[in-house]
């Protein structure tokens, strides 16, 4: 399979685009085309991995990792992804928990996935690859916990200053040597800006082999199509219907590869996706003009962006907005209404949601009753509670256990460094401590 840019038509295979991260005329990869499959294609599978090896085997036809595809799986699908089932009146609804792993976000699957592919091709310790990370909240510290002591690995992680939780922080910042940890006084998207600099610097790429483990790498979406193959499947043995469903959405990779999943045959039904007060999107549905803007502090701080990336592959995937709207819906969550629904959650469920997966149990709740009514749906719980207890606590009145694998990260100690959205002193702090 060959991957090619969505800004022009020379491709390269799963190697090199996972590398490359970024493609060389600034586009993002997509396939040359997606395989299609039936529910009847994994009757076989029992577990994810078994998903995982029927889905994701073409995408790795022409790379030298196909042989290593069983471990590299075995690797990333390593902590349980459950749908626990919802106690509501009337239907079906269920809750996707993507909160398992390592860093108790959604973000662990795709970072375990690329640290073990990355980690094949290019761990040379006499040139380290650097893989450069932006992140609104949780992408940081799941990739860097996922590449943290790997030889011939590097990661920087840039976060928005006083943008991100106390908890959040601290596990982006708690790593070993191999990890700089780079405070940027602005907003995610100066983070990501800074990223998509770096890496179409070529004298800073010839110093520091550059990757990016963002959602720009195409080795983020592959594994996190897998988990909504895998959880629409098993609905779909036990009830015979297709899933729809509501997915909180920031820079657009997790909702992207659940519709890259639909687009290849899985039985999903309705997706929607769930956006907090950042508006970029549903004003693009609206009015059928894509403007990006700076991104807006709000309660679910992993999803302000003001410019998701990710939208490039959508519309060189599906289309432009008027086709996109007809296939997908979305629904735009206040802070106000993000604290209601935490509350009511919590009375309903009986269990505490994050910011990020209250944008989606609201969503669902407004959902127009014929639309609600005639589909089953899955809700995307996006991160363990816990990372976000100074929202969510004085809400509910109780305290939330921390689960055992952020606990033992919030036992580490932590550094960074601080510095301006300018690339020049992201260059002057790698020097110094790479030095």
């Not at 490359?20 to 499959?37: K, M, R």
């Not at 799941?142 to 976060?159: D, H, I, K, Q, S």
């Not at 290849?264 to 769930?274: E, N, Q």
């Not at 992201?426 to 790479?434: G, N, Q, S, T, W």
Request: negative net charge; aromatic residues 8%; glycine residues 8%.
């Amino acid at each position: 399979m060959q991957f090619l840019s969505t800004r022009d038509s020379a491709g390269v295979n799963l190697d090199q685009a996972l590398v490359n991260g970024i493609a060389p005329d600034g586009g993002l990869y997509v396939p040359d085309e997606l395989p299609q499959f039936t529910p009847g294609d994994f009757e076989s599978a029992v577990d994810i991995p078994d998903v995982a090896q029927i889905l994701l085997r073409p995408f790795f036809e022409g790379s030298t990792l196909v042989a290593d595809l069983e471990h590299i799986l075995a690797e990333t699908f390593s902590f349980p992804i459950p749908t626990r089932t919802l106690p509501v009146n009337a239907g079906y609804a269920g809750l996707l928990e993507l909160y398992h792993g390592p860093t108790a976000a959604f973000k662990d699957v795709g970072a375990g996935f690329l640290a073990a592919c990355l980690s094949r091709l290019e761990g040379d310790e006499h040139a380290p690859l650097t893989i450069l990370v932006a992140t609104s909240g949780d992408t940081g510290g799941a990739v860097a916990a996922a590449f943290n002591e790997r030889p011939g690995m590097r990661v920087v992680v840039l976060f928005p200053d006083g943008r991100v939780s106390a908890r959040q922080e601290h596990q982006l910042t708690c790593w070993s040597d191999n990890v700089l940890s780079v405070s940027v006084g602005g907003a995610f998207d100066d983070c990501q800006a800074l990223v998509k600099a770096a890496l179409a610097d070529d004298v800073l790429g010839s110093r520091y082999r550059f990757s990016s483990a963002n959602s720009i790498n195409i080795g983020r979406l592959l594994p996190q199509s897998t988990y909504y193959a895998d959880a629409s499947l098993r609905h779909f043995r036990e009830s015979g219907n297709k899933p729809g469903f509501v997915i909180p959405t920031g820079n657009l990779g997790n909702a992207l590869a659940c519709i890259m999943a639909r687009e290849m045959g899985m039985p999903i039904g309705p997706i929607v996706l769930a956006t907090n007060a950042n508006r970029t999107i549903p004003e693009y549905f609206e009015t059928l003009e894509w403007i990006p803007r700076a991104s807006i502090q709000t309660l679910a701080s992993a999803m302000d962006v003001g410019d998701p990336s990710n939208m490039e592959r959508l519309r060189n995937l599906i289309g432009d907005a008027d086709v996109l709207r007809n296939c997908l819906g979305v629904v735009s969550v206040s802070d106000d209404e993000i604290e209601v629904e935490i509350r009511r959650d919590f009375d309903q469920f009986g269990f505490a949601t994050c910011p990020h997966t209250a944008t989606a149990t609201h969503t669902w709740r407004q959902l127009d009753s014929s639309l609600r009514d005639a589909h089953d749906w899955i809700l995307v719980a996006t991160a363990h509670p816990a990372k976000f207890e100074t929202i969510v606590e004085p809400l509910i009145g109780e305290t939330v256990p921390l689960p055992r694998e952020l606990a033992d990260i919030l036992s580490r100690p932590s550094r960074a460094v601080s510095i301006t959205p300018q690339l020049d002193e992201l260059a002057k702090v790698m020097d110094e401590y790479f030095a």
